[in-house]
């Protein structure tokens, strides 16, 4: 599966920002669970929500619930991020990611996710 982020920029904080992740390849089933990473500069990679492409269950780390969402649209391939209310804190670089072989106690590893895409820069100001 090749994974394709785009919808990066910058924005002032309150604003709102939608990314996106167009997956390519092979079909995607309910073996496969979707989302979103980001890194900061000096910080290590933080699990931002994940969906599971089959079903639309949705996860998320309880320091994020509420101003981000996951969703998915399994005719475009595509999942979303929308994240509302930014902060300055959230600036990073934004990856998408997947994996067919999930521990779902694991969901927050970066390694526990086994394709990438190239990561979008999302900057908010004050």
């Known amino acids: 599966v090749q994974l394709q982020a785009s919808g990066g920029g910058l924005v002032q904080a309150g604003d709102s920002l939608r990314l996106s992740c167009a997956a390519s390849?092979?079909?995607?089933?309910?073996?496969?669970?979707m989302g979103w990473f980001r890194q900061a500069p000096g910080l290590e990679r933080e699990f931002v929500a994940g969906?599971?492409?089959?079903?639309?269950?949705?996860y998320y780390p309880d320091s994020l619930k509420g101003r981000f969402t996951i969703s998915r649209d399994i005719g475009k391939r595509t999942v979303y991020l929308q994240m509302n209310s930014l902060k300055p804190e959230d600036t990073a670089v934004y990856y998408c990611?997947?994996?067919?072989?999930?521990?779902?106690?694991?969901?927050?590893?970066?390694?526990?996710?086994?394709?990438w895409g190239q990561g979008t820069l999302v900057t908010v100001s004050s």
């Open positions: 990611a997947g994996t067919s072989r999930i521990i779902y106690s694991n969901l927050g590893i970066p390694s526990s996710w086994h394709y």
């Open positions: 390849g092979r079909t995607l089933s309910g073996d496969d669970v």
């Open positions: 969906v599971r492409w089959i079903g639309g269950r949705t």
